[in-house]
């Protein structure tokens, strides 16, 4: 009843604004890896909005009647070689993982353009209590993996600057909930940034 309830009211909004906020940072042509795909619908709205884009996902776990072609990966190491495709895309992934560092450097080493990247940020009260009841409604009826490992911006910006990323667009605001829903589950967690990777980094 949850999951049901969350897909009619919330999460068929959220796809779509999402797709409205990720196609204008994908360039014509690119070649994009979508990783922790899920279902695949996000990365097919955003191919419908982009001329001649290819996107292929990447999950621990390949659904039947996934939107768009998708490929096992364990999590880790995306088996791709060093700055094989444009860019390399995220979508509320990396909060879910025990070391965000770890797939992080590997989109990273893959990218030859672009690390995309929405996921959460704790810049308010009360920040990780609220972001723990988002994601335990989104993601517990589908047995999605929740560690809650979220990041305050200051750690996110520092992470890049480690890794060698450098910031082309940063927005905090991305209308994902209509009024006045937005007012409660917005501000302060939230972020879409489009990052430029350097020379591949090892350590």
Known sequence: MVGATHGTL???????????????????????LDVGCGDGRLANLIRQRIDRVQIQGYDLLVRDGAAIPVRPFDGRRIPQEDKSVDAVLMVDVLHHTEDPMVLLREAARVAR???????HRLERPLAAATLRFMDWIGNR?????????YWSQRQWREAWKALGLGVEH??????????????????????LARLRPGPVNTT
């Not at 068929?12 to 994009?32: D, G, S």
């Not at 009826?141 to 490992?149: A, F, K, T």
């Open 141 to 149: 009826p589908h047995g999605v993996v929740l560690p809650y490992n």
């Open 113 to 119: 353009t672009a690390v995309i990247l929405k996921d």
């Open 10 to 32: 919330v999460h068929n909004r959220r796809v779509r604004m999402l797709a409205n906020a990720i196609a204008p940072l994908i360039e014509p042509q690119w070649t994009v």
């Open 170 to 191: 940063f927005q905090t605001r991305i209308g994902l909930y209509p009024l006045p829903a937005r007012w409660l589950f917005e501000p302060g967690l939230h972020f």
